[in-house]
């Protein structure tokens, strides 16, 4: 399968448009060797496959198709090669991109939990919005593991689990969180045999959960905060980052320690990365360390292919 990262960054993106820290001021004045990100998105497409699947629509959608020739194939006056789309949350920086595919011919392929299309109708309206223009063929995610696949993006098997992270802010859930609010999912080659695991908002990992990373070729996990009192510390905001749902690389029982009890061939990939993260400094001390761990960060463009 052929993985594109489409954009690696968190909400907000990479810089952010009103942030002055010192990642954000540095990649604008060419102080930090840094690349600007867009936001969290990926797409992928099984073996020999010109379709495939888009996992997340992030508010930078527009901007990541035109740098990406991969996703118009062009066989048609209009055409695309997104086979459908499925969401991760129901949050800004996974959903809003859904409205920019509203000049579609037919109804959108949407592959979400039970949780997500609620806070996506009513929390903030996009499904009952786009009703008015290409509509929605909205398809139900069961976050237990059970396989299921997108018609039209062929070979690829999904598998999505729970996660322990957070809904949106508009959501009932945010402070009571049910099972789908955000998943993560194991994505297989059918061909191949080959998988990837992706949870780019990843609050807590479980013995049984560590299980199913153990399994894949290739982890993308959430890559979001490098402290869980990142925010804090540079005085832009009260909440942790575990009270966000973002298990913070660093520290005790953080992502590191898990991502090195991992079988020595699996790639380990750190996703949807904070613009306040210093792992974005090519030249910092926190990057330096990932490599000695064996962690790559992801970049927009970058192709993971297994
Ligand atoms: C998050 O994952 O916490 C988000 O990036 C928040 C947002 O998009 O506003
Ligand atoms: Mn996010
Ligand atoms: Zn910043």
């Not at 992928?44 to 495939?52: F, I, K, M, P, R």
């Not at 049984?208 to 540079?234: C, N, Q, R, Y």
């Given at each position: 399968?052929?993985?594109?990262?489409?954009?690696?960054?968190?909400?907000?993106?990479?810089?952010?448009?009103?942030?002055?820290?010192?990642?954000?001021a540095g990649v604008r004045s060419g102080a930090v060797r840094a690349?600007?990100?867009?936001?969290?998105?990926?797409?992928?497409?099984?073996?020999?496959?010109?379709?495939?699947?888009?996992?997340?629509?992030?508010?930078?959608?527009?901007?990541?198709?035109?740098?990406?020739?991969?996703?118009?194939?062009?066989?048609?006056v209009r055409d695309t090669a997104i086979a459908g789309v499925v969401?991760?949350?129901?949050?800004?920086?996974?959903?809003?991109?859904?409205?920019?595919?509203?000049?579609?011919?037919?109804?959108?392929?949407?592959?979400?939990?039970?949780?997500?299309?609620?806070?996506?109708?009513?929390?903030?309206?996009?499904?009952?919005?786009?009703?008015?223009?290409?509509?929605?063929?909205?398809?139900?995610?069961?976050?237990?593991?059970?396989?299921?696949?997108?018609?039209?993006?062929?070979?690829?098997?999904?598998?999505?689990?729970?996660?322990?992270?957070?809904?949106?802010?508009?959501?009932?859930?945010?402070?009571?969180?049910?099972?789908?609010?955000?998943?993560?999912?194991?994505?297989?080659?059918?061909?191949?045999?080959?998988?990837?695991?992706?949870?780019?908002?990843?609050?807590?990992?479980?013995?049984?959960?560590?299980?199913?990373?153990?399994?894949?070729?290739?982890?993308?996990?959430?890559?979001?905060?490098?402290?869980?009192?990142?925010?804090?510390?540079?005085?832009?905001?009260?909440?942790?980052?575990?009270?966000?749902?973002?298990?913070?690389?660093?520290?005790?029982?953080?992502?590191?320690?898990?991502?090195?009890?991992?079988?020595?061939?699996?790639?380990?990939?750190?996703?949807?990365?904070?613009?306040?993260?210093?792992?974005?400094?090519?030249?910092?001390?926190?990057?330096?360390?990932?490599?000695?761990?064996?962690?790559?960060?992801?970049?927009?463009?970058?192709?993971?292919?297994?």
């Open positions: 399968m052929r993985i594109t990262i489409l954009g690696s960054a968190a909400g907000g993106g990479f810089p952010q448009w009103n942030c002055n820290c010192r990642n954000c690349v600007p990100r867009t936001q969290s998105s990926i797409f992928v497409q099984g073996d020999e496959a010109t379709d495939g699947v888009l996992f997340n629509a992030s508010p930078d959608i527009l901007e990541q198709i035109r740098s990406h020739p991969v996703l118009q194939p062009a066989r048609a969401l991760m949350d129901g949050q800004i920086d996974h959903a809003t991109g859904l409205f920019m595919l509203r000049e579609r011919g037919t109804p959108l392929p949407l592959w979400c939990t039970d949780p997500v299309a609620e806070d996506l109708t009513e929390g903030n309206p996009v499904l009952r919005v786009l009703g008015h223009f290409c509509g929605v063929q909205r398809e139900r995610i069961v976050p237990d593991g059970t396989a299921f696949a997108v018609p039209g993006a062929p070979g690829l098997s999904l598998r999505a689990f729970a996660l322990s992270s957070k809904a949106a802010p508009y959501s009932p859930h945010r402070e009571a969180p049910v099972p789908g609010d955000n998943i993560g999912l194991l994505i297989r080659d059918e061909r191949s045999g080959r998988s990837a695991f992706y949870a780019p908002g990843l609050g807590e990992i479980t013995p049984a959960l560590f299980d199913v990373m153990a399994g894949a070729d290739a982890v993308l996990v959430d890559g979001t905060f490098w402290t869980d009192d990142e925010m804090i510390g540079l005085g832009l905001s009260r909440k942790t980052a575990r009270s966000i749902g973002h298990l913070p690389q660093s520290g005790p029982g953080a992502m590191i320690e898990w991502l090195d009890k991992l079988p020595a061939p699996t790639r380990r990939l750190l996703i949807h990365i904070n613009n306040t993260n210093p792992i974005l400094d090519e030249d910092s001390d926190e990057r330096a360390l990932l490599l000695q761990h064996r962690i790559e960060v992801c970049e927009d463009r970058m192709t993971i292919t297994l």
